[in-house]
Nanobody
Framework: QVQLVESGGGLVQPGGSLRLSCAAS????????MGWYRQAPGKQRDLVAA???????NYADSVKGRFTISRDNAKNTVYLQMNSLKPEDTAVYYC??????????????WGQGTQVTVSS
């Protein structure tokens, strides 16, 4: 079983920055794809950014140039640096991690979500 603990959300003014963290714990042998999704009220959950074990990243068009995803494999942690935040970035942000357990089985886990509110 894998647990994901997110942190770093909050209230920020437009143009401000936040850094989200998501730490995975459990019987993880190898985390593979790690990503961040977001869900605004009344909308579906959409991919924001993802990063592979090799460090290849991809972003939603709406956040390119403003958000940066990174990971620390030694800590099984994924980060999302969010700069130049806009009100439309307001949402609950969820991390997602897929990989292989020590048993050899695959896993895919979601974090509990962290609220990001961009407002003056």
């Amino acid at each position: 079983q894998v647990q994901l603990v997110e942190s770093g959300g909050g209230l920020v003014q437009p143009g401000g920055s936040l850094r989200l963290s998501c730490a995975a714990s459990g019987s993880i042998f190898a985390p593979e794809d790690m990503g961040w999704y977001r869900q605004a009220p009344g909308k579906q959950r959409d991919l924001v950014a993802a990063i592979t074990a090799g460090g290849t990243s991809n972003y939603a068009d709406s956040v390119k140039g403003r958000f940066t995803i990174s990971r620390d494999n030694a800590k099984n942690t994924v980060y999302l640096q969010m700069n130049s935040l806009k009100p439309e970035d307001t949402a609950v942000y969820y991390c997602n991690v897929e990989g292989i357990l020590g048993s050899g089985d695959r896993f895919a886990s979601w974090g509990q979500g962290t609220q990001v509110t961009v407002s003056s």
